[in-house]
């Protein structure tokens, strides 16, 4: 069977790794001048890396040719390709989100008693960390307070606020962030370069779109657009969307370019026809209000504010909503971001969404 997309390109050394570079900056030094940790903490969205960084740190460390200075894994020596096939006595993973007791703990202590079977060291790598017990994240402080010379921990979390503060203060704490939307495209191009897939780039853009800064989520889609879509063709911008089950970005554009340019009439046009197709209000209305929330951040230069566009966009679309946030004063967008909120809490509880819709939009003309 062939290996998924996300396992069959998961990084094998630091330089393969993307959108991490503060992070391998500091792991590579340690390694090249061998002054590992006993304990790191990698804390970050989920897919954006933390066990995948955390299984080339157990190579690299184990890594039997590797020269004085360098970091990278030869991913040839013994301990190399035991660790890449999941056969190394040397790294243990447990998942806490189902061992998450004292007594999987307990058990965990004991194996630290005893010496690496081969590696140098032995990595022990928690992933989910934060979903330990308050009894086991208690024995594992007591672990991580008295380190052996020969044993490395790596606790991975996506929920960092939920680690208790005594466990943090005994790591090294890494935060990984999410991928930006170039990050992510520039990968997948790689992958279906690789693959030999013909992809429209709106398509590919889309994927990206709609992975959250998450780069396994973006090559798990790109397998499901891939195995589901017809193999024969160009996979298209409409073929993303339809297997995907993207909402219907273009109609909220539409929308919210009318009531931006205060044409009324096709706003309630839009809305009409949202009401005679059977669509849900409640599913337009946070999509309204996500692309006036990034319209602000791109009108008040928030930092990083293009890559923190969450709504499915292609480029194109990006650059139209640059330029909207140039050509429309700050005070209108907020006025709109107020009107729909107050909308929101109506909504829910009226048999007359359309209505409610078609009175917030009358409000704008005295805006």
Do not use: W
């Amino acid at each position: 069977m062939n290996k998924v997309l996300y396992r069959k390109y998961r990084p094998t050394k630091f330089s393969e790794v993307v959108g991490q570079k503060e992070v391998i900056e500091v792991l590579t030094k340690a390694v090249a001048y061998d002054k590992v940790a006993h304990a790191y903490l990698f804390a970050g969205p989920k897919g954006t890396g933390k066990t995948t960084v955390a299984r080339i740190l157990a190579k690299a460390v184990n890594c039997e040719l590797r020269k004085p200075g360098e970091y990278e894994p030869c991913n040839q020596c013994s301990s190399c390709l035991e660790i890449m096939s999941g056969k190394s006595l040397d790294l243990i993973e447990m998942d806490a989100a189902s061992n998450r007791g004292i007594d999987d703990i307990r058990a965990l202590r004991e194996q630290t008693n005893f010496a690496p079977s081969s590696a140098k060291y032995k990595f022990y790598i928690i992933d989910e960390a934060h979903q330990l017990s308050k009894d086991a994240a208690q024995a594992l402080l007591k672990t991580l307070e008295e380190p052996l010379s020969n044993t490395v921990f790596v606790l991975a979390t996506t929920e960092f606020n939920k680690i208790l503060p005594t466990i943090a203060s005994r790591c090294q704490v890494f935060h990984f962030k999410r991928l930006t939307r170039k990050e992510i495209i520039l990968k997948l191009s790689k992958i279906v370069a690789a693959e030999g897939i013909e992809i429209e780039p709106s398509a590919l853009e889309l994927i990206a779109s709609v992975s959250g800064g998450a780069l396994r989520d973006a090559e798990t889609n790109l397998e499901k657009v891939i195995s589901l879509g017809d193999s024969n063709h160009k996979i298209t911008l409409e073929e993303v969307k339809e297997i995907l089950n993207v909402p219907d970005i273009d109609l909220v554009i539409d929308l919210a370019n009318s009531l931006l340019a205060k044409d009324f009439k096709k706003a309630f046009e839009i809305i009409e026809e949202v009401k005679n197709s059977g669509k849900n209000f409640q599913d337009l209305l946070p999509l309204l209000l996500d692309y006036f929330k990034e319209l602000l951040m791109l009108k008040i230069a928030f930092e990083n504010a293009e890559e923190l566009i969450e709504l499915p966009l292609t480029t194109e679309q990006i650059e139209s909503l640059k330029n909207q946030a140039q050509n429309f004063e700050e005070s209108y967008i907020r006025k709109i971001i107020e009107i729909l909120l107050e909308l929101e809490s109506k909504i829910k509880n009226t048999s007359f969404p359309d209505l409610a819709f078609q009175v917030a939009i009358l409000k704008l003309k005295e805006a």
